[in-house]
């Protein structure tokens, strides 16, 4: 594998602890997730509007099984948090309607279709499955991907952490490639990406990431 000297230097602390989380939720360490949720949340390196959003994005893509369990470990630990530091222990504010983005559904699944353009540099499908049309554009990219809190970049990494945990073969080679001609990450990044995941994961996902990015390096 290549890196050139216009790639960048590899993740920085907050990208690793991206898919550090998704290894931890995807290999189902529960005492060692919490632990993490815990120091990220008490040194301020990610917020709690930030976690509650990497909730979704893994959801998407690990199930929403394996986004309830990461979502309960994250409210656990806000709250041993909060008693830790002697502070009210109160409920997570209701989020405002708003948030859902716009009203009319002609108006999602369009702003859907620029977004799966955006992040997947390709044209959107047709929508002619329910997959396609509420799922892929309604909701993961007329909703999940615009959102605020996670940049494009950072909902790559955890898309990308999940689909090697998984050993989703065909979507890690999606994500992959369009990361990398998007410029959004680098090869340096993903080999960053790679070594969290190998220190977490089973060989095979790290494996599988591995022989996705050769594949793409040498293209």
């Known amino acids: 594998?290549?890196?050139t000297g216009t790639d960048r230097q590899g993740l920085d602390t907050k990208g690793r602890r991206w898919v550090e989380l998704v290894c931890l939720a995807s290999a189902g360490s529960a005492d060692t997730l919490a632990e993490r949720v815990l120091e990220v949340l008490d040194r301020d390196e990610i917020t709690l509007a930030e976690l509650q959003e990497f909730v979704l994005q893994y959801a998407?893509?690990?199930g929403w099984p394996r986004g309830s369990e990461a979502e309960a470990v994250i409210r656990r630990?806000?709250?041993?948090?909060?008693?830790?530091?002697?502070?009210?222990?109160?409920?997570w504010p209701l989020l405002d309607t708003a948030s859902l983005g716009?009203?009319?559904?002609?108006?999602?699944?369009?702003?859907?279709?620029?977004?799966?353009?955006?992040?997947?540099?390709?044209?959107?499908?047709?929508?002619?499955?329910?997959?396609?049309?509420?799922?892929?554009?309604?909701?993961?990219?007329?909703?999940?991907?615009?959102?605020?809190?996670?940049?494009?970049?950072?909902?790559r990494l955890i898309s990308i952490g999940v689909c090697a945990t998984a050993q989703?073969?065909?979507?890690?080679?999606?994500?992959?490639?369009?990361a990398l001609e998007s410029t959004d990450l680098s090869v340096a990044d993903l080999q960053d990406?790679?070594?969290?995941?190998?220190r977490h994961i089973p060989a095979r996902a790290a494996e599988t990431l591995r022989d996705v990015l050769f594949q793409d390096d040498s293209r």
């Open 102 to 155: 716009p009203e009319s559904w002609e108006t999602r699944l369009r702003a859907g279709e620029d977004a799966f353009r955006t992040v997947n540099l390709l044209e959107a499908p047709r929508r002619d499955t329910p997959f396609v049309q509420a799922g892929m554009l309604g909701f993961v990219f007329g909703q999940v991907w615009r959102r605020p809190h996670l940049t494009v970049r950072e909902r």
């Open 193 to 198: 990406v790679l070594d969290e995941v190998s």
């Open 77 to 91: 630990q806000w709250a041993r948090l909060r008693s830790e530091r002697g502070e009210e222990i109160t409920p």
């Open 1 to 3: 594998m290549t890196i």
């Open 168 to 178: 989703t073969f065909h979507a890690l080679r999606h994500h992959v490639r369009s």
């Open 60 to 62: 998407v893509y690990a």
